[in-house]
């Protein structure tokens, strides 16, 4: 727990009064992790090294590498360096693996921190509660963060990291398939470049990847596919994102959160200093087999599940047994998410109640979604939501059009700021909370007068109108109102439909009416923004959306339109939704990307 200041690594760890000092910390062998009660209040978390005036001073980028045990940090049964599978997880301390480095070259000033030493499945969900917060506390201060951890559920763990921290800095998960001291082991070279990948700060922006055998990988897409081989982790289909060759670190590939670079929802909702570790529910996996029995299930819900992942055969399919018992589990509150044990493959969404389609997670990275996800809401359509954004994670134009490459991003820019938050009581942990904040900044929108905004309440024709204007900001009067039912137009919305008429963007029903309080579809709100933004709708045959069948004729130019300029995209699944009703949530997301409520 000593930073080094000088050299590659620059400092000497092995002092004498070391060994005294960490015998007085009394530290447990399950490592430095709260064991607080239910009934407690989180125990404070043990104290990260303070970085020395020298390395404050240094031009070398500062990481603080974490270690919490696994094969890297293993020692080699009876001694004998050809004991490649036999050996003792988690047995050298990481400030010792870290000294043995070479120090030839010169590429970060280095502490340690030793948070537990042990197997990665030894480790509770409460202890990476406790890691998280230790990881965005590091980042406070250093410029990136390694955690050294065993590779069984090293997925699992650093998917955790990427969907809790809240930092937008370098963190690096790494660990080896052989033990640090047998011969041809790939721990001192996985340590070294994970570190050397921290300080470059290529992957700021990224949120957690996994560094191992020289491939760099998004936490989220990367699995272990081999018990034995150096190369087990993989990304099915969608690939690494780069690798390094020595001084080359090569990044080859954008991910979303990558391209959200400085915005407001680049964060996740998932911010664990809001909650206890308490609040983190069990969620499980059960797994498709041929005639598989629904007890596994029963029992799951028994046990107190509120979350259940199954894995399921081919396109997340399930046994009639298990289909029962999830029928059952769902009525009981349960929450399921569908994946597929295939290892690769998307889980496309469909209406039923108390089932989310996972996307492409595998099941252990679902499971985390879920987890988490639980922990900041039990509503089921805001936790659908959560996973239709942050854990789809599928890329849009709107983040690539004027976002600058995070990777050549000068590091003196200051990342755009955030809108000022709004005290409303009711988004906390919404998917679009962001959205809202700035939309209510712009003033494009407000709340109730009871504080909430409602962002799940379906939207009406008049609402649309003040927001979509609100956006706008026209000059000038409105037209006068001829609608057949203008007495039902109130006077909050009067003015902005009048506008909205006079602009061309509403034009009322062919009866002669506007229809001020009914709900406005998906299809019509992309009406009425193709004509507000002016947008060239003569293109419409195909929008691309897997239900484009369904769009109506009169729609399809607009959507088409509107999808090609970034400014609505569909909804889980690649689908377009036409005859959905909008949300206030949806409209606002849709709102604040708007040329003119930017």
Known sequence: MISMSSGLFGKRLLLPFLALLLLSLSIPAGGLVSTASAADEPAALPPLPALSDASKTSAMPNVLVIGTGGTISGQANDGDPTNLQNYKSGTYKIEDMVAQLPRKDKIADVSTYQFGNKGSGSYAIGDLYDLSLTVDQALKTYDGVVVTSGTD???????????TVQSEKPVVVTGAMRPWDVIG????????????????????????????NDMIQAARE???????RLDTFKTPILGSLGYIDQDNISIYRLNDRALKAGKPDWKTPFDLSKIQKTDLPMVEVAFAYQDADGGGIKGMVADGAKG????????????????????EAIKQGVIFVTTTRTGSGTMYPSDSE???????????????????SLAFSKDFQTIKGWFATYGRQDISTADVEGTADPVDMPPATPPVAPPVPVALKDIAGHWAMASIEEAVAEGIV?????????????LTRAEFAV????????QGTGAELAFKDNAKIKGWAADAVAQAVKAGIVSGYSDGTFKPDATITRSEMAVMIAKAMKLDTSAGTATGFADDAKIPAWA?????????????????????APNDTATRSEAVAILVKLPAAS
Do not use: C
């Open 354 to 372: 108390g089932i989310i389609a996972g996307d492409n997670l595998n099941a252990q990275h679902a499971r985390m979604m879920l987890l988490v």
């Open 467 to 474: 927001m979509l204007i609100n956006a706008l900001k026209p």
């Open 446 to 458: 407000s709340g109730y007068s009871d504080g909430t905004f409602k962002p799940n309440q379906k």
């Open 185 to 212: 082991t790939d721990a001192p070279a996985n340590l070294y470049n994970a570190i050397k990948l921290a300080g470059s700060g290529k992957t700021k922006w990224y949120g957690t990847v996994i560094m191992l």
């Open 308 to 327: 259940i992942v199954t894995a399921g055969t081919g396109a997340g399919g399930i046994s009639p047994k298990m289909s029962a018992a999830r029928t």
């Open 222 to 228: 990367v699995t272990k596919t081999n018990a034995q």
């Open 153 to 163: 559920t090293m997925e699992d763990i650093a998917y955790f990291l990427d969907l």
């Open 556 to 576: 399809k130019g607009a959507v088409k339109a509107a999808k090609d300029n970034a400014i609505i995209g569909g909804r889980s699944g690649g689908m377009f």
